[in-house]
């Protein structure tokens, strides 16, 4: 049985990459794409990669017909996604890959994002949307929060290590290098390739960055206790793709066995060997998280590196996932893509 | 049903590619992996990026079991891959990945490649894999060599104009972009990051890159008369993908109409409407090939720009789209993955 | 004896490419810098590598003091330029860098840059900055016009050529790849480290480049006849740097003792022995210009294959050049800085 | 007054980048160039950028007159070195860029490096290289062990702080990130573009990379106690620069205020003002070093952010700073140059 999606901001990345991947998903059928700056054009034309595919041309909200669609991807800015949620037709299940679900508390979400929430009460309803960690609900939910891609990462590298209670709580350090287009497809100077390639810069420094409402939000949930950590992302002068090295005051061998073991049956995510550590060129393109634990030379030290795609499980992927939970498809369909190297 | 398929030469970048590409194909396992150098290795410690599939480990040639095999694909260096193929039991349907079965003249094979070829009376067997033009043959073929990616690339371009006779046969030249993965995981100087990475070189100049066997070879039989192109390859700062600009004399529109009706009914080659042209990052990861028409301000001259990726394309999705013709399968099945954007 | 010099346009590429110039020439001192947008800020904020120099800080053009200001850079957009330049007192020296005084006849103007010239009578002055060529006018000149980057990496390649008339003049292909620093700072989708790192693609193709205007003029003139080119620029993935590869019909040796004895007393000027090309690579951020030539398999036929650094040699670089003949400085002075590489 | 100097071990990118700089240094000239295995060959045909030079051919080490040379640069690979230096002419001055002559004692040199030391009689007169903090000892010293590029970044982050006693010394952590030409021109597979560029990951992670043993060297002679920090070097995509993280505990105002007083009147180190932190881009080619402080938003807790050119700061241009200050020449002497950007 085909089910019909859309999707809403379909001319940014994460846009594109839902595309992508729903090209080759065996039951599900795009059937609108939005895009309200380049309405009427034709996704060839905003994203040539794509002109293979047989693809309904972009429209605006205002023009389209929610009518026998099952589905909606929601890939549009914070702020404009939760007045645009607001306004969808009941009948719909919601993957928002926005930041305006992620936060349960109005008042996070206000001190993170600027100002205050106008859909309070559909976050209410709202499951965030850690695949792994939130499987039951999302199954059974109509609107679901994708996660921050860096959000992501950092809480597969800790949230076992956090519930099991075999890492200090008060002195966790993710240390994070981000690829380009996790800052998505905006004009800015500091995304222009003269001013990025060759070069490499901290940013958000000093416990600034928005993804800090998440791990906030979800260790302090895990560990029953407030929980922060220090956070300082990183960019790279790469296009897909985050790393996370993560210091934890901790037994290299336990945190290892914890994390193995939490993820023994995950798909999607793959502890390496004791030791080795992964890189962000292994999984490229793909909805796989690699993890890898390293003792430190200092007893009772050691570093958990884990690295994925920030446009497919740290988003596009990710909301493919949830969203073949919330129609009954297997968790896995369209999302067993190789990663692509070199 | 499932055809049982093995990889020679499964730890260079194109034998990564087939199994990238395989591990999705409804209607191919992989059976058998070989590589000499690494014999013993699993697959997850060679490529990293396939640590989530179950493979087999892999072997030398000689201790590979090729009972139950039915379709080899042969990705070794040219002239290792003569010798190899030689000696493979009757019943394999081979694709090789070499330059050793592509010039059907052995003198045209030795003065290209240096040396006498040692395997002449296979040579006499092998069908040219250009998928497109050698499609029938393909299906009933035992041995298949698959195209060299640049020349893949230029005869996607010219073959259509060259058997029309709408451009000037004596005035064709091909200006060409390579990415890096083309040269292979070879230990070479010029292939390390800092040598390659800010920089642009033209390399095997003035006519005499190996292809050019191909193009003489293909150009001239398509002509029924020998044509000669000229030829200037580039290495650029990519890692996949390939972009000719090939320059004509013609008119652009009869070039262009031509191109268009050549390939309407191809699955892979795109012709872009008059006056558009591709893009490297377009194509990356996929089998599809962009092709674009660009009218010059001088009368009566033209340029196709076309592109694809030298790994999927030009070598590794070739290859298994020949494989599915040879089985009997359909020739899209597996290959339909869209490209990688950003 | 020191100059004092002002920049205006300071807050772009060739604006910063100049401070870091003059940072290390010993007879030159900034003593003015402007920026519009950006009047008000130090240049460390602007332009953190320039931090360490003792720099004033950015004012409006209005609020420029010109008095003992000897000499002005220009490195304003087109048709800005040419008001501003206007403006100027009489008694500076002038190097623009911008296209507004590259074309002597004001029809050619319009034609490539779709609007009338507003200073016609000052492009009667001017002196078209190809250094090499137009010595002893720049030397003499009070505003000096510096190429384009594209045109002046043709010029190079071809003008003793056509002047010894040992090319055929209507069979001339361009072929050029172009670093995105050529493109300047602005903000534009094509230019997101995303959108171009990983790809490669032609712009301006057929044709329609602005620097043919500097060819048709330059090369006709050198030719006494009118002379058209065909020019297609590829955009690469890389951040400075220009490579030409040019097709010409002419016996190989004669065109590299051509080119060899016209530049055997150019400082800036090299010319590989015969059969040796170039790389972007080994000339960047220096002013330094490699060409090569290479016979072609086919008789009469060559390619003659020049890079330089468009920031540099073809635009900042330059500017001083022809600056430090205006003011009667040795012409190599402050430029002999070697490439850096890797 | 003009001093000769030599390079040895100049067919490496160290040596390359001695030549690039001594080009333009008004007070030395290259009399002698070694590189054993491309002995015989022209410096152009080795390093094509540096063809404009006029330069020593490349000679074995036996076959280089000492006679005349004031100064000798060893950028050797490390044991090669040590063997070399002991055989040396007494009337040199020798900078050395390898590892040999860094740490003081044999028994670490072995424990680091794998074998024990073969010259430790030389040791014992070697002068360890950081300029700003061994600045006497090294204008007298005959032998000047240059310091690794990641300790050199480390230790100008961190050693004021430790002499100040104003962080806690058992919790420092140094996460680093640094580009490919580190590594040298050595033929290894992780060093391949294809292999690197969109690609990052963790090296010598656990506390295993060699540079401790000079952080464990310097940090607990400052200290006047043992002290470990942990350091996690990661390889990104690029080809000069190293940028480092550094996580301590202590108040980011005095932490501020202490680097700021102690790099005042320092010529290459600078320190921007609170809360800024710098960029590998900004450093790119020249012999700067930026340094910023970030308060984190856990009390007492902050990061410093280090950055420098691993060629140049980290390896020649120290070299040549050090070598300006033994030969009684001005200390920034050809050391000015501004960064090259973009």
């Not at 089910?3 to 080759?24: D, F, K, M, P, Q």
């Not at 306004?87 to 349960?104: N, Q, T």
């Not at 897909?240 to 061998?253: D, N, Q």
């Amino acid at each position: 049985m085909t089910h019909n999606v859309a999707i809403l901001g379909a001319s940014g990345y994460t846009g594109a990459e839902l595309v992508r991947l729903i090209a080759t998903h065996p039951s599900m059928k795009i059937v609108g794409l939005s895009g309200n700056s380049k309405a009427g054009m034709a996704m060839a034309d905003v994203f040539p990669h794509l002109r293979h595919l047989d693809l309904p041309a972009l429209t605006t909200i205002e023009d389209m017909d929610f009518d026998g669609v099952d589905l909606v991807f929601c890939a549009l800015p914070h702020a404009t996604s939760q007045a645009v949620i607001k306004e969808l037709p009941r009948h719909l299940k919601i993957v928002d890959l926005s930041a305006d679900f992620r936060l349960r508390d109005g008042a996070d979400y206000e001190k993170w994002y600027g100002k205050p929430h106008a859909a309070l009460e559909m976050q209410k309803e709202a499951v965030y949307g850690l695949t792994e960690f939130y499987r039951e609900e999302i199954a059974g939910a109509r609107l679901v929060a994708g996660t921050g891609c860096n959000a992501a990462t950092g809480q597969y590298a800790l949230r076992p290590l956090i519930a099991a209670g075999v890492i200090d709580l008060d002195d966790i350090i993710i240390d994070l290098l981000a690829a380009v287009s996790g800052a998505g497809r905006s004009l800015k100077e500091n995304l222009l390739h003269a001013e990025l390639s060759e070069g490499a810069h901290a940013y958000s420094a000093g416990g600034t960055h928005r993804h800090l409402g998440e791990f906030d939000q979800e260790f302090s949930k895990v560990a029953g206790r407030p929980v922060q950590v220090q956070f300082t992302p990183h960019l790279i002068p790469a296009n897909r793709g985050i790393l996370a090295t993560v210091y934890v005051k901790g037994e290299a061998e336990e945190v290892h066995r914890t994390l193995a073991e939490a993820y023994a049956d995950e798909p999607f995510l793959i502890v390496l060997p004791m030791g080795q550590h992964p890189s962000i060129k292994h999984i490229r393109a793909s909805n796989f998280c690699h993890i890898g634990v390293v003792k430190d030379r200092i007893a009772g030290r050691c570093q958990i590196i884990a690295t994925l795609d920030n446009l497919t499980k740290g988003s596009s992927g990710q909301a493919l996932q949830n969203a073949n939970l919330m129609l009954g498809l297997p968790e896995t369909e369209g999302l067993m893509l190789a990663p692509v190297f070199p």
